[in-house]
């Protein structure tokens, strides 16, 4: 897309957010590039059971589920080696894994941004990693708001924690923007009815498409003029 089409874009977009009060961003695939984080992570666990390894085709599953379900998907269901698999991963130290992680360009600079003018939440569906993970990168002090699956019943694209945000801050859906990546973040943005922001992905379907969150300068008054 070329810079005046996306400036056309995001004025359309901003006339269908008048009212906006909250931004949600998605973890992996938004605040990270967690591709090759996960990859390595599960092949760990599939080699310390004597599974398989990782095929091309799975690393889209598990970039964008929780670990009870990529692990179900990667082990064939609920047995002898899911259980192994489940257990060792409560054992493992996510630390070494986190150094494969690489923060998305302009991703503070935004958040920072985001902060003065609106609140912010992370809706992830990563589980007991994500704290450790906002504080070894310096970015939970960024978020008002972090719910992962470990705090729902039922993870993304399961309405859940969108709508656990949205109480928390006593907002409607149209009063929230929700920035992600994949299928998972599209069906739970249209199961809630919240505005959406596809990140990197222009198959989704998606109010606005951006590759840089500088293209998102347009929601702050800093840059309306310019």
Same mark, same amino acid.
């Given at each position: ?11 359309? %977009? ?17 605040? %990270? ?48 080696? %899911? ?7 409560? /054992? ?12 998305? !360009? ?5 958040? @920072?941004?985001?902060?003065?003018? %609106?609140?912010?939440?992370?809706? /992830?569906?990563? /589980?007991?990693? /994500? ?23 039922? !993870?993304? !694209? ?5 709508? @656990? ?10 009063? =929230? ?12 943005? =249209? ?8 990140? @990197?992905?222009?198959?989704? @379907? ?9 293209? =998102? ?10």
């Amino acid at each position: 897309m070329d810079q005046e089409t996306h400036k056309k874009a995001c004025e359309e %977009f901003i006339r269908r957010v008048p009212v906006l009060k909250v931004i949600a961003l998605d973890c992996d695939g938004v605040l %990270f590039d967690s591709r090759e984080a996960n990859i390595h992570f599960y092949s760990h666990i599939m080699k310390v059971i004597g599974g398989p390894p990782l095929r091309e085709d799975q690393h889209e599953f598990i970039h964008m589920h929780p670990v009870r379900e990529s692990l179900i998907y990667l082990t064939g269901g609920q047995g002898e080696d %899911f259980d192994r698999a489940l257990n060792y991963f409560r /054992t493992i130290d996510f630390g070494p894994f986190n150094g494969y992680l690489r923060c998305e !360009p302009g991703l503070v600079a935004f958040l @920072k941004l985001a902060g003065k003018h %609106f609140r912010t939440a992370l809706a /992830t569906n990563r /589980t007991v990693s /994500t704290l450790e993970l906002l504080r070894q990168f310096n970015l939970r002090h960024y978020f008002d708001l972090v719910v992962s699956a470990s705090d729902v019943r039922n !993870p993304k !694209p399961h309405p859940e924690i969108m709508e @656990k945000i949205l109480a928390a801050f006593g907002v409607l859906p149209q009063h =929230l923007l929700y920035i992600g990546d994949s299928r998972v973040d599209e069906e739970l943005a =249209l199961a809630t009815g919240v505005h959406f922001v596809s990140y @990197k992905n222009p198959a989704l @379907k998606a109010e606005l498409h951006i590759n840089h969150f500088e293209d =998102l300068n347009c929601l702050f008054p800093e840059f309306s003029t310019k």
